[in-house]
């Protein structure tokens, strides 16, 4: 039976598993990833900075389309890992990442919560679940590689750092991850945190773009 700093432990460790499930599907979907990398705090905070669609563009074209699915199945990733890791951290899963997906659907499907809406929620849902599954060698190395870094006082990340009050992190540049990636064959392409692709945005680069703690 494990005593309750144990289970304290695992959870706050499923987070690096949250992480590195967005951090692989984010690949496996050509949504790069950004020089801020990935960063754990010792209270099982998290985040993992890619760039994706972000609610607020209400253009739906096929390739509006496009880019909200691929982001929706990074987003997704997140806690589907985490609960493979930990079937207990099935509460500790990130809400912000369920509504940003579900705003998403929503400029998509009309209404919200309709029969289209949730069918395209379940095919997606179902679509990042076998991501993870299939890729669950990489997602565990890279989770172990992030878990296994040293504490460190906390990157300031500027308006980026607002996932975490704590003072302390384990943290990877977007580059460490490539490097680690790479012999698994997923291949991933680093950008600037500055940078956007078409309306793939960080937040900061776009007033009004929300770049969520994935
Ligand atoms: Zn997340």
């Known amino acids: 039976m494990q005593t309750p700093e144990e289970l304290s432990r695992e959870l706050a460790k499923s987070t690096a598993y949250h992480e590195a499930g967005h951090a692989v599907i984010a690949v496996t979907q050509n949504l790069p990833l950004c020089e801020a990398g990935m960063h754990v705090d010792s209270k099982g905070n998290g985040v993992t900075f890619t760039l994706r669609r972000n609610p607020g563009d209400q253009n739906n074209a096929r390739a509006d ?29 990130s809400l912000g990442d369920d509504t940003i997906a579900e705003a998403l659907l929503s400029e998509m499907y009309s209404p919200p919560k309709g029969a289209e809406w949730c069918r395209t929620q379940q095919r997606l849902w179902g679509e990042s679940y076998k991501l993870v599954y299939g890729h669950w060698k990489a997602i565990e190395a890279l989770a172990e590689a ?30 460490e991850v490539k490097a680690l990636l790479e012999p698994f064959s997923v291949f991933a392409s680093v950008v600037a945190d500055s940078e956007g692709v078409g309306t793939l945005r960080l937040f900061f680069s776009v007033p009004g773009w929300g770049c969520s703690p994935v």
């Open 65 to 93: 389309i496009e880019e909200r699915e691929r982001s929706i199945i990074m987003i997704y990733a997140g806690n589907i890992a985490q609960e493979k890791f930990s079937p207990c951290s099935r509460w500790e899963g």
């Open 146 to 175: 992030l878990w296994a870094k040293p504490m460190v006082p906390r990157v300031d990340l500027g308006p980026l750092s607002f996932h975490s009050q704590d003072l302390l992190e384990k943290w990877m540049t977007g580059y």
